[in-house]
């Protein structure tokens, strides 16, 4: 695995959480679309009944592997800030984090650092090359 293919792990994670937290918020939307109408009349067991029961457990299976993902974020982003810690040049550790930590653009990390888009693409290389990548990547 390269440097820059570890490094981009907590990103494609972070996308992962996302979307399953998008995923949530439509089964929650569709649960609340699953309502009966109260009569007098008694009535079978509804279908809307056994439709919404279906979306809490998959909202509560998604929220499951969602804690299991932060918890993998939450590592992946320690081991990686020791890793960024161990760039001798603390000029390069800059880019890294905001790049790689707090999924920043390129453009936000230029002007956050006050430099041209081009210096902040020559740091970063060079950066990348000075990263040691563990044997037992996540």
Known sequence: MTAKEYLGQAYRLDQRINSKLEQIRSL???????TSTITGMPKAPSHSTSMMEEAVGKIVDLQTEIDGDIGQLVDLK?????IIKAVQNTE???????????????????????????????????????IKVPQTCH
Request: proline share 2%; with cysteine; net charge negative.
């Open 28 to 34: 929650n939307e569709l649960a609340a679309k699953c």
């Open 92 to 130: 390069y550790q800059t880019p890294l984090e905001l790049r790689y930590l707090c999924f920043k653009t390129w453009e936000q990390i230029a002007v956050a650092m006050g430099y041209n888009l081009r210096h902040v693409y020559r740091l970063h290389d060079e950066a990348v090359e000075s």
């Open 78 to 82: 320690r081991d990686m800030v020791s």
